[in-house]
């Protein structure tokens, strides 16, 4: 689809190129089409080795999907997806994205943390880059389940592959997914790492030990990149295998 067409229409689709793949969003804003271009860019590295390493034969759980950008790549290699998202904004943008990518999909209005209860969330950010097509206005109050508890209530199994980006809260998702990170039916996690943002007591070695303990072997796969093309050494995305 050319620029110009996308310009003198309200919404369109507009695809990516991925490992071979292709990834279609439903857009409905230049600025919106600008940000997930640039999520493409930025994180490319984890989308290929996504292409690369997950199959029909997976289930794909999206922690922190946003608009399901992870999720819709791994439906395009077709994989079963469930993107789990607190933000109801981002959560109506999500199911486009993926009933444009996936056969078998579901979305789930949560954020996962390590126990049951309601908290407050800032609906305004994307991977901490402001104003994503304003998908959220401020702080918003969402319900929150612990991981093990969700996929218990709401999935046919344990995922195989994890994606986990909750901008500093990964120390609670991992406390609350231990019995699914312990199944070894899950077999792949890729969790980004917000050094020195996490919050509570965990750090980024704590949590990557704790992967460890649940037997995957973690490796570095990425460190984000601002767009001046310099590392953002405080982001990091860590693949966790076994």
């Not at 067409?5 to 919404?11: G, L, P, T, W």
């Not at 997950?54 to 439906?75: M, Q």
């Not at 609670?172 to 077999?187: N, P, Q, S």
């Not at 509570?200 to 704790?210: K, L």
Request: overall charge negative.
């Amino acid at each position: 689809m050319g620029f110009e067409r996308f310009v003198a229409s309200d919404e369109a689709e507009y695809s990516f190129e991925v490992g071979g793949e292709s990834v279609t969003y439903h857009i409905s804003s230049l600025d919106e089409l600008r940000i997930i271009g640039y999520m493409h860019s930025t994180e490319a590295p984890v989308l290929e080795d996504i292409v690369s390493h997950v199959s029909a034969d997976d289930s794909f759980l999206d922690v922190g999907a946003n608009v399901g950008i992870y999720a819709a790549v791994a439906g395009t290699v077709g994989a079963s997806a469930v993107a789990v998202e607190p933000i109801q904004q981002n959560v109506v943008k999500a199911r486009k994205n993926l009933e444009l990518n996936c056969d078998d999909w579901e979305t789930l209005p949560f954020a996962m943390g390590d126990g049951e209860r309601v908290t407050q969330m800032d609906a305004d950010t994307l991977d901490g880059i402001d104003d994503m097509a304003s998908l959220g206005e401020g702080e918003v109050t969402v319900p929150m389940l612990d991981g093990d508890e969700m996929i218990s209530r709401y999935l046919d199994g344990t995922p195989s592959v994890l994606k986990i980006d909750v901008e500093g809260a990964e120390g609670y998702v991992i406390e609350g997914l231990e019995a699914t990170l312990r199944d070894d039916e899950c077999r792949r996690v890729y969790l980004e790492l917000h050094e020195g943002k996490i919050f509570g007591d965990e750090t980024a070695d704590s949590i990557c030990e704790t992967l460890s303990e649940c037997g995957f072997e973690v490796s570095t796969l990425h460190r984000r990149r601002n767009e001046m093309g310099s590392e953002q050494s405080d982001e990091k995305f860590v693949v966790a295998a076994k």
